[in-house]
């Protein structure tokens, strides 16, 4: 399951609701930078790196290699959730995900501060710089986290080239390498009980013949080779990304499940085509309460954009959609979606892959009837007012894929299953055949 836009899709809920009927889920990439939502009953779960699957006490969660961990955050994820009754006994982590480190999170947030109007708008939660160090082969693994002496060698090596750039480059004080073995090997003891080779518990999981689900975190937008470089996070949520982060063959995955809002937000910096700056953009994220689940800051928004769409259809290979906040639009006289673009006046049908160009593209709009009707209380499609089931068959014929899930308020309840998106044949409710755009993006 991985986001088809720029993350904030609704993964958690998703997760939640498609993690009853697996037995193992696993997050594959990215770190504390996620934020999921989770709605059950009076509770709001938020998740950074727990996979949402948690919440189900049969479940195993895997934080798997591709991942990495700020033990900081975990720590504190694993104590809220101890406080709210969820044991987290069936949490796994794998020995050779990346561990961020105090000065990842101070260098995130200075190189943001240096980038001045060139900054990327990250979470502050030391991502990149992690990633950057695990390429640069001077990163922590969990393994060396569990490790003191191992841990202390290689801090000793690393700090004081980290200690430079905080001084010279960035003004900041300089860390001391004995508190910050102090600190780690406190997290280290707490979180040893949960860490394992995941690639080969996923393994024996595939042959005892167990459901299991890849969790993506962020969006397809925000892939660092796929998305709208240099605004991206610095790992690769696309589905391709679960094989890699996992260490499972592409063979194993019989599904890929994409999930989008049904119209679209972004936060940090970066093109937006459809964004709207005006009061409806302001009603949708009013009504959609588009607030960062990890920093607060307020989403942009939007109308749907079909080329993302598609774009996402494409580089993951996506057999159905799930479609969330669709009862956001409830209030709307009318709502655009994007079908193509204009840059000086020629129509493009692809995202031009120079950011520059994508910066320039003019959205080219066509215009559906809202429905005017409160739609949270639909349990089937045929119960939605018929211009809401109309914006769906168009959003399915422009992506060129059905909707197998359509969500329509964050609690559990609020969802129509159009077609059970893991057992149920390919096709689902709202795909006839007649589609407007080819799956492949030929028109
Ligand atoms: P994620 O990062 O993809 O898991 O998404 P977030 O949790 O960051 O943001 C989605 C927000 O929308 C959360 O606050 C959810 O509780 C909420 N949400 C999810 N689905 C729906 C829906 O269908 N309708 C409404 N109104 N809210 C939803
Ligand atoms: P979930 O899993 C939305 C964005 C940041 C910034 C860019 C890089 O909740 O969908 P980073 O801190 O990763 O280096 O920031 O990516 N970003 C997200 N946007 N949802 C997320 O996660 C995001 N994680 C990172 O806002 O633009
Ligand atoms: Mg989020």
Partial sequence: MVGAQWGDEGKGKITDLLSR???????????????????????????????????????????????????????????????????????????????????????????????????????????????????????????????????????????????????????????????????????????????????????QAVRSRKNILFEGAQGTLLDLDHGTYPYVTSSNPISGGACVGSGVGPTIIDRVIGVTKAYTTRVGEGPFPTELKDEVGQHLGDVGAEFGTTTGRARRCGWFDAVIGRYAVRINGLDCLAITKLDVLDELDEIKVCVAYKIDGQKVTEIPLDVHLFGRCEPIYETLPGWKTFTSDCRTVEELPKAAYNYLKFLAAQTGIPVAIVSLGAARGQTIIVEDPIHGPKRGLLYDGDLAVHPLGAE
């Fill in 21 to 203: 009927s697996a037995d193992v889920v696993v997050r594959y990439q990215g770190g504390v930078n996620a934020g999921h939502t989770v709605v059950v009953n009076d509770t709001t779960f938020k998740l950074h790196l727990i996979p949402s699957g948690i919440l189900y006490p049969e479940t195993k969660c895997l934080i798997a290699s591709g991942t990495v961990i700020d033990p900081k955050v975990l720590v504190q994820e694993l104590d809220n959730l101890q406080a709210l009754g969820i044991p987290a006994d069936n949490l796994r982590i794998s020995q050779t995900a990346h561990v961020t480190m105090p000065y990842h999170r101070l260098i995130d947030l200075a190189e943001e501060e240096r980038k001045g109007e060139n900054k990327i708008g990250t979470t502050g939660r030391g991502i990149g710089p992690t990633y950057a160090d695990k390429s640069d082969r001077t990163g922590f693994r969990v393994l060396d986290l569990m490790c003191p002496d191992r841990f202390r060698a290689k801090l000793d090596w690393v700090l004081p080239l980290k200690n430079v750039l905080l001084e010279k480059l960035y003004g900041l004080e300089a860390l001391d390498a004995e508190a910050i073995q102090a600190e780690y090997m406190l997290y280290a003891e707490r979180l040893g009980q949960y860490v394992v080779d995941t690639a080969l518990f996923i393994d």
